[in-house]
């Protein structure tokens, strides 16, 4: 089975330009999460969907990020403008939310983002 | 609020000795769910265990093994006879049951196993 999919794998940009960055949850899974890695701050969660509806965006650093879901099988992740301080990993993950059963998140390879 | 402390942020080992990788834990939530996670050098993060905070029993799988302690709030991992594809950053998380799965994460504990 196919794990969680993410593209692109690498990312370098200009300062001010957008960039979008995409996951494909695995199929059947029900919540999807958005996480960015830095050595400063380590992981760090950004914002969680669970049945396509964004719950908990308190991680979201400012107004220039922004998360979609449109249907159960892609998400988005989106800075405009971008600066040289969201340079990271950004990590999707998604998991079969049950109640208190078989949340186990599973990671996409991420996307190394720099922009310069 | 969760926190997740692991105090050895590097450890460095020779190639077949026995190494333990703390992890403890802050919460006021009786149900929760720990986990490790392993991020070897091409950056991915593979999930390794997770266990409930009603489930104290110790778990071996092969070289690799959890102690998990709710009375010092501590999930500890063992790796025994260490080899050198153990090399990785090692992260311990815990979620609560009612937020939703969302995982609070250790700032990392980088392993280096040398031949």
């Known amino acids: 089975d196919a794990g969680v999919i993410q593209s692109p794998r690498h990312e370098v940009t200009e300062m001010g330009q957008e960039v979008t960055l995409r996951c494909k949850p695995i199929?059947?899974?029900?919540?999807l999460f958005w996480y960015r890695q830095t050595m400063m701050r380590g992981l760090e969660l950004l914002i969680y969907f669970n049945n396509n509806v964004p719950i908990d965006d308190s991680g979201m650093p400012e107004d220039r990020f922004s998360a979609k879901m449109p249907n159960a099988s892609f998400s988005t992740l989106k800075i405009q403008p971008s600066e040289p301080r969201d340079s990271a990993v950004y990590f999707c993950a998604s998991s079969l939310a049950v109640r208190r059963s078989r949340n186990t998140q599973y990671f996409g390879p991420g996307t190394r983002l720099t922009v310069l | 609020a969760q926190k997740v402390t692991q105090a050895q942020t590097e450890i460095s080992v020779v190639e077949k000795e026995d190494v333990t990788l703390d992890c403890v834990y802050e919460t006021r939530d009786t149900t929760y769910y720990l986990f490790w996670y392993k991020q070897p050098p091409s950056g991915e993060l593979v999930f390794l265990i997770r266990r409930n905070s009603f489930d104290e029993q110790n778990e071996i799988s092969g070289r690799y093994s959890w102690n998990f302690q709710k009375s010092t709030s501590s999930f500890n991992f063992t790796i025994t006879a260490s080899q050198v594809v153990d090399s990785a950053v090692y992260f311990c998380a815990l979620s609560v049951g009612n937020a939703g799965n969302m995982l609070t994460f250790g700032g990392g504990t980088r392993l280096m196993v040398k031949p």
């Open positions: 199929s059947g899974h029900n919540s």
